[in-house]
Protein backbone atom coordinates (compact mmCIF):
# COMPACT_ATOMS: atom_id res chain seq x y z
CA UNK A 1 0.00 0.00 0.00
CA UNK A 2 0.76 3.80 -0.93
CA UNK A 3 0.09 5.76 2.12
CA UNK A 4 -0.36 9.45 1.32
CA UNK A 5 -2.47 12.86 2.56
CA UNK A 6 -4.66 14.75 0.44
CA UNK A 7 -4.31 18.16 0.65
CA UNK A 8 -7.71 20.41 -0.42
CA UNK A 9 -7.60 24.37 -0.68
CA UNK A 10 -10.27 26.60 -0.44
CA UNK A 11 -11.42 30.00 -0.85
CA UNK A 12 -15.13 30.43 -1.13
CA UNK A 13 -15.98 27.30 -2.19
CA UNK A 14 -19.44 26.42 -0.40
CA UNK A 15 -21.09 25.58 -3.38
CA UNK A 16 -18.46 22.62 -4.54
CA UNK A 17 -16.59 21.97 -1.39
CA UNK A 18 -19.53 19.34 -0.06
CA UNK A 19 -19.17 17.83 -3.62
CA UNK A 20 -15.79 17.14 -3.61
CA UNK A 21 -14.92 15.73 0.20
CA UNK A 22 -18.37 13.41 -0.94
CA UNK A 23 -16.18 12.62 -3.93
CA UNK A 24 -13.12 11.87 -1.94
CA UNK A 25 -14.86 9.18 0.58
CA UNK A 26 -15.86 7.90 -2.09
CA UNK A 27 -13.10 7.00 -3.56
CA UNK A 28 -12.40 3.13 -4.79
CA UNK A 29 -8.53 1.75 -3.15
CA UNK A 30 -6.57 -1.01 -3.87
CA UNK A 31 -3.19 0.00 -3.92
CA UNK A 32 -3.64 3.45 -1.78
CA UNK A 33 -4.23 4.15 1.17
CA UNK A 34 -6.11 7.96 1.77
CA UNK A 35 -4.72 8.45 5.55
CA UNK A 36 -5.73 12.18 5.61
CA UNK A 37 -7.67 14.85 4.03
CA UNK A 38 -6.54 18.09 5.13
CA UNK A 39 -8.73 20.91 4.34
CA UNK A 40 -7.35 24.30 4.24
CA UNK A 41 -9.64 27.48 3.99
CA UNK A 42 -8.08 30.95 3.99
CA UNK A 43 -10.56 34.43 4.30
CA UNK A 44 -13.78 32.78 4.02
CA UNK A 45 -16.60 34.79 4.07
CA UNK A 46 -19.48 32.13 3.01
CA UNK A 47 -20.49 29.09 4.23
CA UNK A 48 -17.28 26.89 3.38
CA UNK A 49 -16.16 25.90 6.44
CA UNK A 50 -19.50 24.80 8.05
CA UNK A 51 -19.98 22.49 5.04
CA UNK A 52 -16.29 21.09 6.42
CA UNK A 53 -17.64 21.38 9.55
CA UNK A 54 -20.38 19.14 9.08
CA UNK A 55 -18.19 16.43 8.03
CA UNK A 56 -15.42 16.40 10.45
CA UNK A 57 -17.83 14.18 12.23
CA UNK A 58 -18.28 11.79 9.56
CA UNK A 59 -15.00 10.61 8.75
CA UNK A 60 -11.79 10.81 11.31
CA UNK A 61 -9.27 11.34 8.55
CA UNK A 62 -10.81 14.97 7.45
CA UNK A 63 -8.96 17.72 9.28
CA UNK A 64 -9.72 21.61 8.68
CA UNK A 65 -7.36 24.03 9.05
CA UNK A 66 -8.52 28.12 8.60
CA UNK A 67 -6.55 30.66 7.32
CA UNK A 68 -8.44 33.83 8.69
CA UNK A 69 -7.18 36.00 5.97
CA UNK A 70 -6.33 34.90 2.50
CA UNK A 71 -2.84 34.86 1.60
CA UNK A 72 -2.46 32.80 -1.70
CA UNK A 73 -3.01 29.47 -3.11
CA UNK A 74 0.72 28.67 -2.20
CA UNK A 75 0.40 30.13 1.38
CA UNK A 76 -2.36 27.18 2.04
CA UNK A 77 -0.46 24.91 0.32
CA UNK A 78 2.73 25.38 2.08
CA UNK A 79 0.31 24.92 5.23
CA UNK A 80 -0.80 21.56 4.42
CA UNK A 81 2.74 20.38 3.82
CA UNK A 82 3.56 21.37 7.45
CA UNK A 83 0.81 19.03 8.67
CA UNK A 84 0.66 16.66 6.08
CA UNK A 85 2.20 12.98 7.92
CA UNK A 86 3.20 10.98 5.11
CA UNK A 87 5.38 11.11 2.46
CA UNK A 88 3.32 10.87 -0.60
CA UNK A 89 1.24 13.94 -0.97
CA UNK A 90 -1.56 15.02 -3.25
CA UNK A 91 -3.17 18.63 -3.86
CA UNK A 92 -6.33 19.01 -4.90
CA UNK A 93 -8.19 22.29 -5.56
CA UNK A 94 -11.51 22.80 -4.29
CA UNK A 95 -13.25 23.46 -7.77
CA UNK A 96 -12.60 20.08 -8.88
CA UNK A 97 -14.87 16.98 -8.82
CA UNK A 98 -12.53 13.35 -9.26
CA UNK A 99 -14.30 10.27 -11.04
CA UNK A 100 -14.20 7.01 -8.82
CA UNK A 101 -10.39 5.90 -8.78
CA UNK A 102 -8.69 8.93 -10.08
CA UNK A 103 -6.57 9.56 -7.05
CA UNK A 104 -5.57 5.24 -6.24
CA UNK A 105 -5.33 5.72 -10.37
CA UNK A 106 -2.71 9.66 -9.82
CA UNK A 107 -0.95 8.03 -6.99
CA UNK A 108 -0.62 4.27 -7.88
CA UNK A 109 2.60 4.91 -10.25
CA UNK A 110 4.61 6.36 -7.50
CA UNK A 111 4.92 3.20 -6.19
CA UNK A 112 8.21 2.97 -8.78
CA UNK A 113 11.13 4.44 -6.88
CA UNK A 114 12.06 6.25 -9.86
CA UNK A 115 8.39 8.62 -10.05
CA UNK A 116 8.57 11.48 -8.04
CA UNK A 117 5.45 13.14 -9.26
CA UNK A 118 1.91 12.65 -11.55
CA UNK A 119 -0.67 14.25 -12.78
CA UNK A 120 -4.17 14.08 -13.61
CA UNK A 121 -6.41 14.44 -16.94
CA UNK A 122 -8.64 17.40 -16.68
CA UNK A 123 -12.02 16.91 -18.58
CA UNK A 124 -14.55 20.12 -18.41
CA UNK A 125 -18.35 20.11 -17.80
CA UNK A 126 -18.88 23.17 -19.79
CA UNK A 127 -21.03 23.27 -22.86
CA UNK A 128 -18.89 22.59 -25.94
CA UNK A 129 -21.67 24.19 -28.14
CA UNK A 130 -21.38 27.45 -26.84
CA UNK A 131 -17.88 29.54 -28.19
CA UNK A 132 -16.24 29.48 -25.16
CA UNK A 133 -17.40 26.17 -23.72
CA UNK A 134 -15.69 25.15 -27.43
CA UNK A 135 -12.51 27.17 -26.19
CA UNK A 136 -12.56 25.35 -23.10
CA UNK A 137 -12.75 21.88 -24.10
CA UNK A 138 -10.38 23.02 -26.87
CA UNK A 139 -7.41 24.25 -24.59
CA UNK A 140 -7.31 21.23 -22.01
CA UNK A 141 -7.36 18.75 -24.97
CA UNK A 142 -4.19 20.48 -26.01
CA UNK A 143 -2.76 19.72 -22.59
CA UNK A 144 -4.16 16.57 -23.00
CA UNK A 145 -2.06 15.93 -26.43
CA UNK A 146 0.79 17.76 -24.85
CA UNK A 147 1.23 15.48 -21.73
CA UNK A 148 0.69 12.18 -24.12
CA UNK A 149 3.90 13.29 -25.60
CA UNK A 150 5.69 15.35 -22.44
CA UNK A 151 4.73 16.48 -19.01
CA UNK A 152 2.47 19.53 -17.62
CA UNK A 153 1.48 19.22 -14.66
CA UNK A 154 -2.42 20.40 -13.74
CA UNK A 155 -5.22 20.54 -11.61
CA UNK A 156 -4.87 17.79 -9.35
CA UNK A 157 -1.25 15.96 -8.80
CA UNK A 158 0.57 13.68 -6.83
CA UNK A 159 4.38 14.17 -5.95
CA UNK A 160 7.01 12.50 -3.29
CA UNK A 161 7.47 15.39 0.11
CA UNK A 162 10.90 15.98 -1.06
CA UNK A 163 10.82 19.47 -0.11
CA UNK A 164 9.61 21.56 2.74
CA UNK A 165 7.48 24.48 0.60
CA UNK A 166 6.88 26.30 -2.28
CA UNK A 167 7.76 30.27 -3.15
CA UNK A 168 5.03 31.82 -1.21
CA UNK A 169 4.82 34.36 -3.94
CA UNK A 170 3.76 32.20 -6.79
CA UNK A 171 0.51 31.78 -9.03
CA UNK A 172 1.36 28.76 -10.03
CA UNK A 173 1.55 26.08 -7.75
CA UNK A 174 2.09 23.28 -10.55
CA UNK A 175 4.77 24.87 -12.22
CA UNK A 176 6.67 25.44 -8.98
CA UNK A 177 6.89 22.31 -7.55
CA UNK A 178 7.42 20.36 -10.87
CA UNK A 179 11.13 21.53 -11.26
CA UNK A 180 12.05 21.13 -7.46
CA UNK A 181 11.28 17.50 -8.39
CA UNK A 182 12.76 16.79 -11.68
CA UNK A 183 15.71 18.63 -10.11
CA UNK A 184 16.25 16.10 -7.95
CA UNK A 185 16.43 13.32 -10.46
CA UNK A 186 12.60 12.11 -9.88
CA UNK A 187 11.04 11.24 -13.20
CA UNK A 188 7.37 12.75 -13.64
CA UNK A 189 4.32 10.88 -15.01
CA UNK A 190 1.31 12.13 -16.96
CA UNK A 191 -2.27 9.58 -15.89
CA UNK A 192 -4.69 10.10 -18.43
CA UNK A 193 -7.30 7.68 -16.32
CA UNK A 194 -6.89 9.80 -13.53
CA UNK A 195 -9.96 11.71 -14.74
CA UNK A 196 -10.82 15.10 -12.82
CA UNK A 197 -13.91 17.45 -14.11
CA UNK A 198 -13.55 21.12 -13.60
CA UNK A 199 -15.35 23.62 -15.21
CA UNK A 200 -13.41 26.86 -17.33
CA UNK A 201 -14.05 30.35 -17.67
CA UNK A 202 -17.39 31.08 -19.33
CA UNK A 203 -17.01 34.75 -19.75
CA UNK A 204 -14.13 36.38 -21.73
CA UNK A 205 -13.22 38.48 -19.08
CA UNK A 206 -12.82 35.44 -16.57
CA UNK A 207 -10.93 33.37 -19.37
CA UNK A 208 -8.21 36.37 -19.33
CA UNK A 209 -8.31 36.71 -15.65
CA UNK A 210 -7.34 33.12 -15.28
CA UNK A 211 -5.29 33.02 -18.71
CA UNK A 212 -2.95 36.30 -17.78
CA UNK A 213 -2.06 35.17 -14.29
CA UNK A 214 -1.29 31.66 -15.03
CA UNK A 215 1.19 33.15 -18.08
CA UNK A 216 2.48 35.75 -15.76
CA UNK A 217 3.14 32.97 -13.17
CA UNK A 218 5.05 30.69 -15.76
CA UNK A 219 7.08 33.82 -16.56
CA UNK A 220 8.31 33.86 -12.83
CA UNK A 221 9.28 30.41 -12.57
CA UNK A 222 11.56 30.84 -15.77
CA UNK A 223 12.89 33.55 -14.15
CA UNK A 224 13.18 32.36 -10.77
CA UNK A 225 14.07 28.42 -11.12
CA UNK A 226 15.12 28.58 -14.89
CA UNK A 227 12.59 26.11 -15.95
CA UNK A 228 9.76 26.52 -18.98
CA UNK A 229 6.74 24.01 -18.59
CA UNK A 230 5.58 22.39 -21.99
CA UNK A 231 2.97 25.08 -22.74
CA UNK A 232 5.42 27.62 -22.83
CA UNK A 233 6.52 26.60 -26.37
CA UNK A 234 3.60 28.35 -28.78
CA UNK A 235 5.63 26.18 -31.73
CA UNK A 236 4.68 22.88 -29.57
CA UNK A 237 1.10 24.23 -29.67
CA UNK A 238 0.64 25.45 -32.62
CA UNK A 239 1.79 21.92 -34.56
CA UNK A 240 -0.56 19.95 -32.35
CA UNK A 241 -3.32 22.48 -33.26
CA UNK A 242 -2.52 22.30 -36.56
CA UNK A 243 -2.37 18.40 -37.04
CA UNK A 244 -5.81 18.28 -34.96
CA UNK A 245 -7.65 21.41 -36.75
CA UNK A 246 -11.23 21.40 -37.26
CA UNK A 247 -12.08 22.42 -40.78
CA UNK A 248 -15.44 22.58 -40.55
CA UNK A 249 -16.82 26.00 -40.73
CA UNK A 250 -17.34 26.94 -37.16
CA UNK A 251 -15.19 25.06 -35.41
CA UNK A 252 -12.41 26.76 -38.19
CA UNK A 253 -13.51 29.77 -36.92
CA UNK A 254 -13.97 29.54 -33.61
CA UNK A 255 -10.39 27.74 -33.04
CA UNK A 256 -8.82 30.94 -34.28
CA UNK A 257 -10.71 33.00 -32.67
CA UNK A 258 -9.76 31.59 -28.99
CA UNK A 259 -6.25 31.08 -30.14
CA UNK A 260 -6.32 34.75 -30.41
CA UNK A 261 -8.13 35.24 -26.65
CA UNK A 262 -4.99 32.91 -25.44
CA UNK A 263 -2.49 35.11 -27.22
CA UNK A 264 -4.29 38.29 -25.49
CA UNK A 265 -4.24 37.00 -22.19
CA UNK A 266 -0.51 35.50 -22.60
CA UNK A 267 0.41 39.49 -23.52
CA UNK A 268 -1.49 40.43 -20.82
CA UNK A 269 0.18 38.32 -18.42
CA UNK A 270 3.87 39.27 -20.56
CA UNK A 271 2.97 42.69 -19.62
CA UNK A 272 2.06 41.57 -15.69
CA UNK A 273 5.09 40.58 -15.59
CA UNK A 274 7.09 43.10 -16.56
CA UNK A 275 5.11 45.12 -14.23
CA UNK A 276 5.76 43.20 -11.34
CA UNK A 277 2.03 43.14 -10.62
CA UNK A 278 1.31 40.34 -8.20
CA UNK A 279 -0.97 37.57 -8.66
CA UNK A 280 0.04 35.42 -5.62
CA UNK A 281 -3.35 36.57 -4.24
CA UNK A 282 -5.31 36.29 -7.15
CA UNK A 283 -9.20 37.61 -8.68
CA UNK A 284 -11.56 34.65 -8.75
CA UNK A 285 -13.21 34.02 -11.77
CA UNK A 286 -16.28 33.38 -11.01
CA UNK A 287 -18.25 30.95 -13.90
CA UNK A 288 -15.34 28.14 -13.20
CA UNK A 289 -17.72 27.65 -9.97
CA UNK A 290 -20.45 25.36 -9.24
CA UNK A 291 -19.44 22.13 -11.56
CA UNK A 292 -22.22 19.40 -12.54
CA UNK A 293 -21.18 16.10 -13.57
CA UNK A 294 -23.33 13.57 -15.42
CA UNK A 295 -22.41 10.47 -15.55
CA UNK A 296 -19.14 10.71 -13.96
Same mark, same amino acid.
Given at each position: ????????????????? @??????? *????????????? +????????????????????? !???????????? =? @???????????????????????????? #??? +?????????????????????????????? @????????????????????????????????????????????? =????? &?? &?????????????????????????? %?? %? +??? #???????????????????? +???? *?? %????????????????? @????? &??????? !?????????????? =????????? &??
Amino acid at each position: MIPCSLGITAHNEEANI @GKLLQRV *LDQQFELVALREI +IVVISGCTDNTEAVVQSFLAR !DPRIKLLVQEKR =E @GKASAINLFMQHASEKVLVLCSADLLPA #GEA +IEQLVAPLADPEIGMTSCRPVPVNDPKTFM @GFGVHLLWELHHQINLHGFKAGEMTAFRKVFERIPYHTAVDEASV =EPVVR &GQ &GYQVRYVPSAVVYNKGAETVADFLRQ %RR %R +IYA #GHLDVKEMLGYSVATMSGTR +ILGL *LL %RNLDWRPRPFVWTWAFV @GLEMY &GRFLGWR !DFKNRRDHTVWEIA =ETTKELEVK &GG
